[in-house]
């Protein structure tokens, strides 16, 4: 698609009559106005937003919406992990109700992950489910939270405990967003990209090992590009398993041990930097199981390395308790750990045959 200045990239997420579009490019949020108003009219619009980004791009985009005659609303709520929760949720909805929004108002998620889920768990559940389309703005959000349909909240006994499988309308992905992101927000969103290379693309991983000072600046080419692939695989693998039934597993590479590392630091490790060191555990797995080559091994410690993600398991969490929290993760079916592997850069598989003794080795050799 042609926008004013630039080409706005296209992926496809092939649901039937859910598939949408995700669009992606510099720009694309100072022409998402006259888009919105041809292809998804409705009685009002809702930014949902978190108080960073509201103050950053919400006013903006408010603007750029109300000057093509679009009755727009923006609402924003604290911003932070702290604030995905149901009380959040109901407060949103109510401020809605009073602003008039009815079945055929649209909801917009501008922001990071915990603005995507949160608007559109709510949007999943708005008068029993009204339109929504997302606006990601950090590179966790443009590269996986945004994509794919999964919503929700956390509660007390645990994260995304509630939630929803709900598509969005469509994706517009502008990274020029990811100028105002802290870096350590975006070398967090790294991990992901990494993770689609391990998992699908060896041409992606070697575009970041081969341009990441590059990327690390926001050359915009690059980050276009790699934002583009990590989409296209997301796409594809959702397409093909919308409800985590089987494949869509295979993005788990690296988050179950993640998930550990994060709980065991009592969620001081950020999730980025977690799944960085879970993904260095999974392929010293892989190479005690005699599936991956010592090579490998180190070119992804040198990629996570070059993009400051941590490689080692943190001292202070101890082999033991990171054993215990993995069983207790809700992944974890009937006992049995289902780990995804690479035996190679590029492609992956899924196994529950791995025994706990091999997990602990692999733990400890990664210290
Ligand atoms: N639905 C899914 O499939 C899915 C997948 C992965 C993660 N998640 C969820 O995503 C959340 C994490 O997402 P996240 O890392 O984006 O966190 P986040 O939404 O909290 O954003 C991180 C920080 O960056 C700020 N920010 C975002 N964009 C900005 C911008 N352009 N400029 C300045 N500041 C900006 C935010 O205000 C926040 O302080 C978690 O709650 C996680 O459970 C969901």
Redesign the pocket.
Known sequence: MKGLDFVWEEVKVELDKDSYDILIGPGVLTNVGEDLKNKFPASSYFIIS????SD??GEDLLNILKSEGLNTYLLSFP???AS?NMDTVVSLARDMVKKGADRKSLVLAL???????IA?FLASIYMRGIRCIQL??????QV?????????V?IPEG??LL?TFFQPKRVYCDIG??????RD?FI??MA?VVKYGMIMSRELFEILEGNYPEILNLEPELICKIVTQSCSIKADVVSKDEKEGGLRRILNFGHTVGHAIEAASDYTI???CAVSIGMVVVSRLAIIKGMFSEDEFIRLKNLLDNLGLPTKVPANSDTKTLIELLYHDKKTIAGKINFVLCPEIGRCFVTDKIDVKEVEEAIDSCR
């Open positions: 978190d108080s960073n980004v950053i791009l911003a932070g992990e995905k922001g990071g992950g915990v603005t995507g889920d559109a990601p703005t950090s590179l966790l959000a996986d939270s945004s994509v794919g349909g999964k919503t929700g956390d994260k995304n939630g967003t990811l100028a105002s992101l802290p927000e967090n969103g992901e950020s999730h980025g």
